[in-house]
């Protein structure tokens, strides 16, 4: 199984001033058969582009030594062509029904092309959770029931 | 993923490979049943991840400040409302 974290649960394990409660139910969730993490490009361009602001931390230098490490966060190239033509596809069948954001389209096709089975995402303010769901995907944190109602309403709209 | 034959692997070589070489990645098969994987990316390491020792740096860093989540959050609402402004033009 491929699990695949958007930026909002990335940037979660460098931030020591996160809600303790999510941190937690990160690390429970993480050590539970010892999960590694793929990170697309993308995400790790995004993540970085935070945690470069306060470079009193440690934290890009501990993300960069992350992914250089290969073991708890693993970076995969993907054919960005393959990922936009995806974000296409996904647009097309959801665009009307989920109103995607353009980025999440990106980001959850990237994930797809990688070959994810699960998709680690806290961004609850858009429609990147159901977007991933709706694009075959398991969503971690779980779904709760409005979300898990607009991936079934996209879902059976996308198929008519 | 793109799948890819023996067959097909035995014609097309050096385009596969240029393939490979520019991120792509083939599941291989032979008699319809998939054998591996053509990527570049090196197999994972057989080392299993310590999480326990990240979130153990990580509880370290308090004193050091964050608000990455927030930096974060504040980022994609600037991506939201430009998204927003586009489609009220349309």
Same mark, same amino acid.
């Given at each position: 199984?491929?699990?695949?974290?958007? *930026?909002? +649960? !990335?940037?979660?394990?460098? /931030?020591?001033?996160?809600?303790?409660?999510?941190?937690?139910?990160?690390?429970?969730?993480?050590?539970?058969?010892?999960?590694?993490?793929?990170? *697309?490009? #993308?995400?790790?361009?995004?993540?970085?582009?935070? #945690? #470069?602001? =306060?470079?009193?931390?440690?934290?890009?230098?501990?993300? /960069?030594?992350?992914? &250089?490490?290969?073991?708890? !966060?693993?970076?995969?190239?993907?054919?960005?062509?393959?990922?936009?033509?995806?974000?296409? *596809?996904?647009?097309?069948?959801?665009?009307?029904?989920?109103?995607?954001?353009?980025? /999440?389209?990106?980001?959850?096709?990237?994930?797809?092309?990688?070959?994810?089975?699960?998709?680690?995402?806290?961004?609850?303010?858009?429609?990147?959770?159901?977007? +991933? +769901?709706? &694009?075959?995907?398991?969503?971690?944190?779980?779904?709760?029931?409005?979300? =898990?109602? #607009?991936?079934?309403?996209?879902?059976?709209?996308?198929? +008519? | 993923? $793109?799948?890819?034959?023996?067959?097909?692997?035995?014609?097309?070589?050096?385009?596969?490979?240029?393939?490979?070489?520019?991120?792509?990645?083939?599941?291989?098969?032979?008699?319809?049943?998939?054998?591996?994987?053509?990527?570049?990316?090196?197999?994972?390491?057989?080392? @299993?991840?310590?999480? @326990?020792?990240?979130?153990?740096?990580?509880? $370290?860093? @308090? $004193? $050091?400040?964050?608000?990455?989540? @927030?930096?974060?959050?504040?980022?994609?609402?600037?991506?939201?409302?430009?998204?927003?402004?586009?489609?009220?033009?349309?």
């Amino acid at each position: 199984m491929r699990f695949c974290a958007d *930026s909002s +649960a !990335l940037v979660r394990l460098y /931030d020591p001033l996160a809600k303790p409660a999510e941190v937690d139910a990160i690390r429970e969730y993480l050590e539970e058969d010892q999960k590694a993490i793929t990170v *697309s490009e #993308l995400c790790r361009v995004e993540v970085l582009n935070v #945690l #470069l602001r =306060k470079p009193e931390t440690e934290a890009a230098k501990q993300f /960069d030594d992350d992914l &250089a490490e290969g073991v708890r !966060l693993r970076l995969e190239s993907v054919d960005w062509p393959d990922v936009f033509q995806q974000a296409e *596809s996904l647009a097309r069948r959801f665009a009307r029904t989920l109103r995607p954001g353009g980025h /999440d389209l990106v980001l959850v096709a990237a994930a797809v092309a990688m070959g994810a089975t699960w998709f680690l995402s806290f961004d609850r303010n858009s429609r990147q959770r159901p977007l +991933a +769901a709706a &694009a075959g995907l398991r969503v971690w944190p779980p779904l709760d029931k409005d979300e =898990k109602g #607009l991936v079934k309403r996209a879902t059976r709209q996308a198929n +008519a | 993923m $793109k799948t890819l034959t023996m067959r097909e692997l035995n014609r097309k070589t050096a385009s596969v490979l240029d393939a490979v070489e520019r991120g792509e990645t083939f599941e291989l098969r032979r008699t319809g049943r998939t054998v591996g994987y053509l990527t570049r990316i090196a197999p994972a390491p057989e080392r @299993k991840p310590d999480w @326990k020792a990240h979130f153990e740096w990580l509880r $370290k860093q @308090k $004193k $050091k400040g964050g608000g990455f989540v @927030k930096e974060l959050e504040e980022d994609r609402r600037r991506l939201r409302d430009r998204e927003n402004a586009l489609s009220n033009l349309a």
